[in-house]
């Protein structure tokens, strides 16, 4: 590990009052600050469809970050992408590429904005710090450990300031119910849930459709690192999503990627992982060297009756943690239920709560590490850690049995069908 990015254990089990006055973490209008031009930092985009838009929304207020360029494969993405950045910002500068490589060849962008879909997180995040950029990468950030293994040892070496788009990390909230896991208030920690939908495994072709031109759609790049099929919009338009060839770990990622990085802060493990994965009808049980129990619990979509109880209030993405002296449930409407009146005055009164996921703050603690070129929130060891979890929990479910990994040196153990789903082989795009 370079020595910027160092063990963030002590720092991540402070406060949120405390990540807010190290100024690390601060409310997006504790930014709106009169920046120079040739301050600014210069934002690049590789990948624009609703998802990057709800992210490029947040960093479009900072007005010491200037996005200038787009690249996407799809026409009618880097239109509608080059209109929503010059209406903010009032003119008409915003480049747009087809192909995000002549982007990266820009001397003059310090940072990305990956959000691409997911077969290409990890490869386009890595030619990124390659070409000398900061990397904000949308998650899951590799659909494969080896994936998360390559673009963690990128960041690294090329000493890239890299943030997983992992938001929850810096939403006042998430942080709370964590600061009372730290503080000792629910005694020890026993057992974390985390939510995610219930996996899939599904790799059907959709019937094949005329390939159009090249400018409306680049198929070949869209296609990217995964096999070659043939062309259909609805591949386009989103249907990629739980299909093998393009998303990531039986779809246990879309969740997991935030609910189980929230167990891991929570547990004090960023530098480590469970070291057990057991697959039940209904959950995996994953244990950790302390004894800590993670339950991966299966959310049906839409919530149904098999809901475990803490999901059906508190918004997406919730997680519950448990200590033998009291537990702690919160998810994305921003409401936190403890167990106990004296826990609940521990908390921020409900008026004063933020309701809803704010993602700019995750946005803003990226750019201020730029700058300060410290380790962000859920940089790339964090990510590494995290996802490996997550895809070891994959590999489980989909063998149908247990499986054991070292946290140190992430190889399962005597598991040769586990090591086969390490990787995947990359098809030759260029």
Not at 149 to 158: E, S, V
Not at 241 to 248: A, I, M, P, Q, V
Not at 263 to 286: F, R, T
Not at 389 to 400: F, N, Q, S
Request: hydrophobic share 40%; aromatic share 8%.
């Amino acid at each position: 590990m370079t020595d910027w990015f160092t063990d963030r254990r002590g720092f991540l089990g402070s406060s949120a009052a405390a990540l807010a006055a190290s100024g690390l973490l601060q409310p997006a209008a504790a930014a709106a600050r009169r920046t120079s031009p040739s301050e600014r930092l210069t934002l690049g985009v590789i990948g624009i469809g609703p998802r990057c838009t709800y992210d490029l929304k947040s960093m479009l207020q900072f007005d010491d970050v200037q996005c200038v360029a787009i690249a996407d494969v799809q026409q009618s993405r880097r239109d509608a992408g080059k209109q929503l950045v010059d209406s903010a910002y009032g003119n008409s500068d915003c480049v747009l590429y087809g192909d995000f490589r002549e982007l990266l060849q820009r001397a003059d962008i310090d940072a990305v904005l990956i959000a691409t879909g997911d077969r290409w997180h990890a490869a386009a995040s890595i030619l990124a710090a390659e070409a000398g950029k900061d990397v904000y990468s949308e998650k899951p950030c590799g659909i494969t450990i080896a994936d998360c293994q390559r673009l963690a040892d990128t960041m690294n070496g090329r000493r890239r300031v890299f943030q997983a788009g992992t938001q929850r990390r810096s939403v006042p909230n998430f942080q709370q119910a964590v600061e009372l896991v730290h503080s000792g208030r629910l005694g020890r920690l026993q057992k974390m849930h985390a939510s995610v939908y219930v996996p899939t495994l599904d790799n059907a072709w959709l019937p094949a459709q005329p390939l159009p031109p090249r400018q409306q759609v680049d198929w070949n790049l869209w296609l990217g690192p995964a096999a070659w099929r043939p062309f259909n919009q609805a591949y386009c338009d989103g249907r990629w999503r739980g299909l093998w060839d393009f998303d990531s770990g039986a779809r246990l990622l879309d969740w997991g990627a935030h609910t189980v990085d929230l167990c891991q802060w929570a547990n004090a493990a960023d530098d480590s992982m469970p070291l057990e994965y057991e697959p039940q009808e209904d959950k995996i049980v994953c244990r950790y060297e302390n004894g800590v129990e993670l339950i991966i619990d299966f959310l049906p979509q839409p919530f149904g009756d098999r809901s475990p109880h803490y999901i059906s209030r508190l918004g997406t993405c919730p997680v519950r943690f448990v200590g033998d002296e009291g537990w702690v449930e919160t998810g994305d409407e921003g409401e936190i239920v403890v167990s106990s009146e004296a826990l609940r005055k521990e908390l921020p009164a409900a008026a004063e709560r933020v309701r809803g996921l704010d993602v700019s703050l995750h946005a803003r603690n990226f750019f201020d590490c730029i700058r300060t070129r410290e380790a962000t929130a859920a940089n790339a060891n964090v990510m590494r850690k995290s996802h490996i979890a997550c895809h070891a929990a994959a590999a489980a479910w989909i063998l149908g049995r247990k499986l054991r990994i070292d946290p140190a040196t992430e190889q399962f153990e005597n598991a040769p069908d586990a090591d086969v789903l390490r990787d995947r082989p990359s098809r030759d795009w260029s």
